[in-house]
């Protein structure tokens, strides 16, 4: 008897809950959200932000909340541009590479510099010290408010070229996306070439890059084991993104809409960062064409070991360079800051008198 009662109060606990949300999400003014999002062929974007965008809100919001959605690379938008067009009003919302912004303000590398990190735990913690330092920057210089990150699987080294470690990068032409990765890979004697992910497969077979950096699944999904024959699983980072959203498009969207979005934004975090970690445990797997890979295509790539040596030189170039160069470009206060907050995740500190 107890138990049937029980049950009952159960169910109808649930049910009332239920209504409650219904009632709540009726009750939301009908809002369009015009949507600029990552590069359609990654993972994360197929599983996690264009269900996001188009589906979930809707079901969330019993069809009040819809998106305009759109992907960066179908739109033929640059990247580094895409913050822009959401300060202007282009777009309501954007995704994009948090990085790649480091040229209008250095602390937006600042959770994801080359080598400091090499497991998705201690990069997500380093990131969630680091948020408010972004948001702040972000509001600032583009009236846009820093909603959700997520990451890549580990940022790697792809070659279409037999290398055997560290020492054969040497010479080397090598696609960076960042000033972090320029800092890092010029320290081992490469030459570094900016450009976008898209332009990467063709730029690989024809040479013009002897080697490329980017996460271990992003390049499957995107065709590079077709024209890379060498991987190199050195982390250099985790190409961390945002999403922001203008300011001006946040207000007008009033208290109601804030409270549910802020709620929704709150679950794409989290599945950008489960997402993240899928990618990170499969992304080796399928480019060398082993069990488990779920998530993408088996390729018959070539794994380079990754010698304790080597492991040795990341920490040296790390410490030496990239944490000084850094600091630098950010200045005293903000390596601080930084020594202060992720620092003390990461277990560096930029040494302050080199500034």
Known sequence: MNMRWTTTA??????????????????LPKTTIKVVGNYSNLL?????????????????SNGQITADYNNQDILGIKDF?????????????????????????????????????TDIETARKACDVWKPVMAEAMKKKFNARLVALGNNPPIVFWC????????????????????????????????TITMAFGEVVPALQRNVVDCALTGTLSGNTAGWPEVATHLYPLPVGWSIYYTAVNEDSWEKWGPAVQGFMDKEFAKLEQMNWDIGGQATDQGVNCNIGKDPCTLGKKGKMTLVPLSDADKATREDVVQNVVLVKWGKRCGKD?????NDTVGKVVGLTIPLDKL
């Open 44 to 60: 994360q974007t197929k599983e996690v932000e264009k269900p996001f965008w188009t589906e979930m809100l809707a079901k969330d």
């Open 81 to 117: 541009s895409l913050l822009r067009l959401t300060q202007a009003g282009v777009a309501d919302a954007g995704v994009g590479d948090i990085s790649k912004m480091a040229g209008d303000d250095p602390v937006f590398e600042g959770c994801d510099l080359a080598g400091i990190t």
């Open 160 to 191: 279409n070229k037999p290398i055997a470690g560290l020492a054969d990068l040497k010479g080397k032409k090598v696609r960076v996306f960042n000033t972090t990765q320029s800092d890092f890979v010029s320290a081992i004697g490469a030459t």
């Open 334 to 338: 903000c390596a601080a800051r930084w």
């Open 10 to 27: 159960a169910v109808a606990t649930a049910a009332l809950l239920a209504a409650t949300v219904a009632v709540q999400a009726a009750e």
